[in-house]
C-alpha cells in the first residue's frame, strides 16, 4: 500500500512538471510568435501571401514546440488555406501532412485520415513519392485505429508498390510494420509474422549499414590522423635536416671559401636545371593542350555523325512507318473491294432474274393478245398477276438506283421536321392490296402529333421497304403494326409483326456485309437490297436501325429518328446551300 501511495505522488510530480514545461512558454518567445502573426496579417492584406504563408508556418512551430497544438492548427490551417489560394501545391501536401500528425496526437483519427487523403491524391500527381509512402503509412495506422483494417490494408499495400520502386529500407521497413499490424488485427498470424521477420530483417540491415558507414568514417579520421601525424614528423625531420645541413654549410663557408665558391656554382647549375624542367613542362604543358583539344575535335565529329545517323535512322523508321500504313489501307481497300465485288456479283444476279421474269410475262402476254387465243376473262386475270410483278419491279428499279447513287456518294440529306403520320399512312396504303390478298392486317399505331427531324423521302423509302418486307413475311391472319415511342431526344419507330420469325443465325447477316434474301412465305422473290438501303439512310440521318425476332412469332424491325429540335421552324438546314446534288426526290 505505501508503494501504491509513492508511485501515485511520484506520477503527479512528474505529470506536473511536464505540463508546466509543455504549458509554459516564455514570455519573449509568446510575443515574437505574436508579432510573426501581425506581420502575417500585414502581408496578407497587402496580397503578398508568400511572405503571409511562411511567417504563419513560423509562428505555428514556434507555437508547436513549446506543446501548444491548437494554436499551431489554427496557424497551419491559415497557411494551407493560402497555399491553396497560390497554387502552391507543395506547400499543401507539407502542411497536410502536418496537420494530419497533429491531427492524430490530439486523437483525432477520424479527421488526420481526412488531412492524409487529400494530401496523398495531390502528392501522387508530383514527383514526391516519398511522402506519399509517407502519408500512406500514417493513413494505414489512422484506419487501424478506427478498426477499418480492410482500407489499412489498401493503403500499406500501394505505399509497399511505391516504397518497392524507390528502393528506400526505410520506407519498407515502416510499411512492413504496418502490415504486421493489419495482419495481427485480421488474427492472420502467419502473415503478421512474415512482415514483422521482414521488418526485422530490414532493421538490421539498416543498422548494419549505418553501423558500417560509421566504421568507414571512423578510419577515414585515423588515417586523416595519421597523415597529419606523418606530415608532422615529415616536416620535423625536414627541418632538422635543413638546420644540420645549414651548420655544416656555414661550418665549411667560415673553414674553406674554395667551397662557398663551389655551392655558388652548384646553386648556378641547379637554377639552370630547374629553368629547363620549366622549359620542359611548358613544353608538356602545350602537348596536353594540343591532344586535348584534337580530342574534344574528334568527340564533336563522333557526335556530329551520329547525330546524322540518329536522324536518317528515324526518317527510315518514318518511312516504314509510312509505308506499313499505306500497306494497311491497301489491304482494307481491298477486302472492301471484295466484299463489295460480291455484293454486286449477287446483286446482279438476283436482279436479272427478277427483271427477265416479269419482262418475259408482259412479252408472253402481248403476244397473245395479238394473236387472239386468250380471252377476256383470261386476259384480266393475268393483267391482275402482271401488275403485281411490274409493281415490285418498279419498287426493284427504285431500291436499285437509290442503293447506286448511295454507291456513288450522290446523295444529299435534306433535313427538315414533319410528321410521321403522314408518311407512314401513304405508305401502309400502297401495301393494302397486297397484304389483303395474302388475309394480312396492316395498322398504322403512329401517333398524329408525332414529329421529326429527318429527310422525308429517305424515311418514306425505309419506311416502305420494312412495311412491304414485313407483307413478304407474314402469313394469312398475321398482323403488322407501324408505331413510334420516345426516347430523350430520338423516336423510335418499330415495324411489328405476326409472321414467320426468322432464325437466331440468320439475324446476323441481316444487316451484315453480305446481301442476305430469302423467299416469302407466298414464295416472293427479293434482293435483299431494300434492308441494306434501309440501314445506310437511316444511319445518314442519325439514326440506328436493328431487328429483334422470335421464329412462328413474328418480326421487329426497329429503328432511330431525330426528335423535333427546338426552335425548329420546319425548314432543312440544306436549303441554303448552292450547288449540292439533289435529295432522292
Not at 6 to 32: H, T
Not at 66 to 90: C, H, M, P, S, V
Request: aromatic residues 8%; contains cysteine.
Amino acid at each position: 500500500m505505501r508503494v501504491q501511495i509513492i508511485f501515485i505522488f511520484v506520477f503527479f510530480i512528474l505529470a506536473d512538471s511536464v505540463w508546466a514545461q509543455v504549458g509554459a512558454m516564455p514570455e519573449d518567445k509568446r510575443k515574437a510568435a505574436v508579432e510573426l502573426v501581425s506581420k502575417a496579417e500585414a502581408f496578407k492584406n497587402s496580397g503578398d501571401l508568400n511572405q503571409a504563408v511562411m511567417l504563419y508556418n513560423q509562428a505555428a512551430n514556434t507555437y508547436l514546440n513549446y506543446g501548444l497544438q491548437q494554436q499551431a492548427i489554427d496557424l497551419f490551417e491559415l497557411a494551407l488555406k493560402y497555399n491553396q489560394q497560390r497554387g502552391n501545391t507543395t506547400g499543401v501536401i507539407v502542411l497536410l501532412n502536418q496537420l494530419g500528425m497533429l491531427a492524430y496526437d490530439q486523437n483525432r483519427p477520424a479527421d488526420a485520415a481526412v488531412y492524409f487523403s487529400k494530401g496523398i491524391d495531390l502528392a501522387r500527381n508530383t514527383t514526391r513519392k516519398a511522402e506519399v509512402v509517407g502519408m500512406m503509412v500514417s493513413l494505414a495506422n489512422v484506419h487501424l485505429d478506427l478498426n477499418k483494417n480492410n482500407e489499412a490494408l489498401n493503403s500499406i499495400s500501394e505505399a509497399t508498390t511505391i516504397a518497392s520502386s524507390l528502393y528506400d529500407l526505410r520506407l519498407l521497413r515502416s510499411c512492413y510494420s504496418v502490415y504486421s499490424k493489419v495482419y495481427d488485427k485480421l488474427d492472420n498470424r502467419k502473415k503478421s509474422t512474415e512482415y514483422f521477420e521482414l521488418y526485422s530483417a530490414i532493421t538490421k540491415k539498416i543498422q548494419k549499414d549505418e553501423v558500417g558507414q560509421k566504421e568507414q568514417e571512423a578510419t577515414k579520421k585515423v588515417v586523416l590522423a595519421n597523415l597529419q601525424v606523418q606530415q608532422v614528423v615529415a616536416e620535423k625531420k625536414l627541418t632538422e635536416k635543413e638546420l644540420l645541413a645549414n651548420q655544416k654549410s656555414l661550418e665549411k663557408a667560415q673553414e674553406i671559401s674554395k667551397e662557398m665558391q663551389l655551392q655558388i656554382e652548384l646553386l648556378n647549375k641547379d637554377r639552370l636545371l630547374k629553368e629547363s624542367i620549366i622549359a620542359q613542362q611548358l613544353l608538356m604543358r602545350r602537348v596536353y593542350l594540343a591532344i586535348i583539344f584534337a580530342s574534344l575535335l574528334f568527340t564533336a565529329l563522333i557526335y556530329y555523325f551520329y547525330r546524322e545517323k540518329k536522324k536518317a535512322n528515324k526518317l527510315l523508321k518514318q518511312r516504314n512507318e509510312e509505308i506499313l500504313l499505306q500497306k494497311g489501307e491497301i489491304e482494307q481497300q481491298a477486302k472492301e473491294l471484295v466484299v463489295i465485288n460480291d455484293q454486286k456479283t449477287k446483286l446482279f444476279s438476283i436482279i436479272a432474274h427478277d427483271l427477265r421474269s416479269p419482262l418475259s410475262s408482259l412479252i408472253t402476254l402481248m403476244n397473245v393478245a395479238n394473236a387472239g387465243i386468250i380471252s377476256d376473262e383470261d386476259f384480266k386475270h393475268a393483267i391482275n398477276d402482271l401488275s403485281v410483278n411490274v409493281t415490285h419491279t418498279a419498287s426493284l428499279l427504285e431500291n436499285l438506283l437509290n442503293w447506286a447513287r448511295c454507291q456513288m456518294q450522290r446523295i444529299n440529306v435534306k433535313m427538315v421536321v414533319f410528321e410521321l403520320f403522314e408518311i407512314v399512312d401513304d405508305k401502309v396504303a400502297l401495301v393494302i392490296e397486297p397484304a389483303k390478298n395474302k388475309g394480312i392486317t396492316v395498322v398504322n399505331e403512329v401517333n398524329a402529333n408525332v414529329e421529326v427531324y429527318a429527310d422525308t423521302d429517305m424515311i418514306s423509302l425505309v419506311v416502305r421497304n420494312l412495311v412491304s418486307n414485313a407483307v413478304k413475311f407474314c402469313r394469312s391472319g398475321d398482323r403488322i403494326s407501324i408505331s413510334t415511342s420516345p426516347l430523350f431526344d430520338e423516336i423510335i419507330v418499330a415495324v411489328k409483326d405476326t409472321g414467320v420469325g426468322i432464325a437466331p443465325e440468320d439475324i446476323d447477316k441481316i444487316f451484315g456485309d453480305q446481301i442476305y434474301t430469302t423467299r416469302g412465305t407466298s414464295n416472293e422473290m427479293g434482293t435483299g437490297l431494300g434492308l441494306v438501303l434501309s440501314k445506310e439512310f437511316v444511319e445518314l440521318n442519325g439514326g440506328r436501325i436493328w431487328v429483334e425476332s422470335e421464329l412462328d412469332k413474328g418480326t421487329t424491325f426497329f429503328f432511330t429518328l431525330k426528335a423535333k429540335p427546338e426552335n425548329a421552324d420546319g425548314k432543312s438546314n440544306a436549303e441554303s446551300i448552292v450547288g449540292q446534288e439533289p435529295s432522292l426526290s
